[in-house]
């Protein structure tokens, strides 16, 4: 069974620094570029980055470009997301996805991340 | 940066009906990279439909996907009681960035 599980969110101080990762099984997580999707409480889907299956490629969203970095190991099938510099705005819940023919067809249940003082 | 724009905002219909949900895309989305997706209260989205009208694994007939260009639209002939949840669709185009439209909430009436 294909499964994505999302760990490292909690409660940071507005500038402050949290590394998320993603266990990824049940496939072969080398084969899969890899996303992460935020979702701020009450609201919709937000697309925040995306990585090639060997680094060789990753993409941010405007508003979190150069504070965000996203890496993986495939040698451990993990995904993660380094955050830093965290604003108010970063506050929701982080999903890992699976990126297959433009879309994203397996979702973690998602990591909450809250930032406030 | 191409923008989704979904319709209704809110679709109030009864277990049974059909649905239809909008999605208006601001420039031209290729076919291949629209998808729909569930989500229901506190749970991960889901995947419905890829490539604007293919079904994903496991996901009923009575969904279905149309459109092309800047129109697109996820059909339920038959609402099941199941089915109330919000919706978004998604592009993954040749822009480096990926969009979701702003979602519809699927009530039950």
């Known amino acids: 069974e294909v499964q994505v599980v999302e760990s490292g969110g909690g409660l940071v101080q507005p500038g402050g620094s949290l590394r998320l990762s993603c266990a990824a099984s049940?496939?072969?997580?080398?084969?899969?570029?890899m996303h992460w999707v935020r979702q701020a409480p009450g609201k919709g889907l937000v697309w925040v980055s995306r990585?090639?299956?060997?680094?060789?490629?990753?993409t941010y969203a405007d508003s979190v470009k150069g504070r965000f970095t996203i890496s993986r190991d495939n040698a451990k099938n993990t995904l993660y997301l380094q955050m830093n510099s965290l604003r108010a705005e970063d506050t929701a819940v982080y999903y890992c996805?699976?990126?297959?023919?433009?879309?994203?067809?397996?979702w973690g249940q998602g990591t909450l991340v809250t930032v406030s003082s | 940066e191409i923008v989704l724009t979904q319709s209704p905002g809110t679709l109030s219909l009864s277990p049974g009906e059909r649905a239809t949900l909008s999605c208006r895309a601001s420039?031209?989305?290729?076919?291949?990279?629209l998808a729909w997706y569930q989500q229901k209260p506190g749970q991960a989205p889901r995947l419905l439909i890829y490539?604007?009208?293919s079904r994903a694994t496991g996901i009923p007939d009575r969904f279905s996907g149309s459109g092309s260009g800047t129109d697109f639209t996820l059909s339920i002939s038959r609402l099941e009681p199941e089915d109330f949840a919000v919706y978004y669709c998604?592009?993954?185009?040749?822009?480096?960035?990926?969009?979701f439209g702003q979602g519809t909430r699927l009530d039950i009436k």
């Open positions: 996805a699976r990126g297959a023919d433009g879309c994203f067809d397996s």
């Open positions: 420039q031209s989305v290729s076919s291949t990279y």
């Open positions: 049940g496939f072969t997580f080398s084969d899969f570029w």
């Open positions: 998604q592009q993954y185009g040749t822009s480096p960035q990926v969009t």
């Open positions: 490539g604007a009208s």
């Open positions: 990585i090639a299956i060997d680094e060789s490629s990753t």
